[in-house]
T-cell receptor, first 111, second 113 residues
Framework: QKEVEQNSGPLSVPEGAIASLNCTYSDRGSQSFFWYRQYSGKSPELIMF????GDKEDGRFTAQLNKASQYVSLLIRDSQPSDSATYLC???????????FGQGTILTVHP | DAEITQSPRHKITETGRQVTLACHQTWNHNNMFWYRQDLGHGLRLIHY???????NKGEVSDGYSVSRSNTEDLPLTLESAASSQTSVYFC????????????FGPGTRLLVL
């Protein structure tokens, strides 16, 4: 069973802090990794993706990938209450176009 | 603007009835996907299509069917609705150059009584 695992949380951080969201995957054939944000009652929206080991930064968001450890993370700097949402990690690359999603981590940023 | 839409947004039906959920995208994407989302399970793939007349089963396809007669639409049919199919259903699409970069529709909340 190809799995993507996330801590369901909730993860609570104060406004202005760094939120760290983690994800592990079991299929070593996975080549690409995606982070989606989902507000309550809404659909998932893509935040960023990463293919190569190391860090990838986009504004306040940094994705980190370590293929040897089969570990992906998303850092959110200067967290804002508007970042409060469920964050979904997804892995792809083993079958054309298909993604395997984790169960999501609930993030709460409190003022 | 190009977009992906789903209808209805909310549906209540009875056990045993046939239900069809619509998904329509105007991005001209070849790849379309149907997921269900349940608490504790995340998004699970039901069916997907890589183009007209192509359909494939996902991990939770039992009790569901799809057909692809054109690029824009991938309707999802529940042949005989069951209470276990109460869920939120999302449609997504992607193009061939970034096949894994999927864009989601707004979702359909289905309640089977």
């Amino acid at each position: 069973q190809k799995e993507v695992e996330q801590n369901s949380g909730p993860l609570s951080v104060p406004e202005g802090a760094i939120a760290s969201l983690n994800c592990t995957y079991s299929d070593r054939g996975s080549q690409s990794f995606f982070w989606y944000r989902q507000y309550s009652g809404k659909s998932p929206e893509l935040i960023m993706f990463i293919y190569s080991n190391g860090d990838k930064e986009d504004g306040r968001f940094t994705a980190q990938l370590n293929k040897a450890s089969q570990y992906v993370s998303l850092l959110i700097r200067d967290s804002q209450p508007s970042d409060s949402a469920t964050y979904l990690c997804a892995a792809g690359g083993t079958s054309y176009g298909k993604l395997t999603f984790g169960q999501g981590t609930i993030l709460t940023v409190h003022p | 603007d190009a977009e992906i839409t789903q209808s209805p947004r909310h549906k209540i039906t009875e056990t045993g009835r046939q239900v069809t959920l619509a998904c329509h995208q105007t991005w001209n994407h070849n790849n379309m996907f149907w997921y269900r989302q349940d608490l504790g399970h995340g998004l699970r793939l039901i069916h997907y299509s890589y183009g007209v007349h192509d359909t494939n089963k996902g991990e939770v396809s039992d009790g569901y069917s799809v057909s692809r007669s054109n690029t824009e639409d991938l309707p999802l049919t529940l042949e005989s609705a069951a209470s276990s199919q109460t869920s939120v259903y999302f449609c997504a699409s992607s193009n061939d150059r970034g096949a894994e970069t999927q864009y989601f529709g707004p979702g359909t909340r289905l309640l089977v009584l």
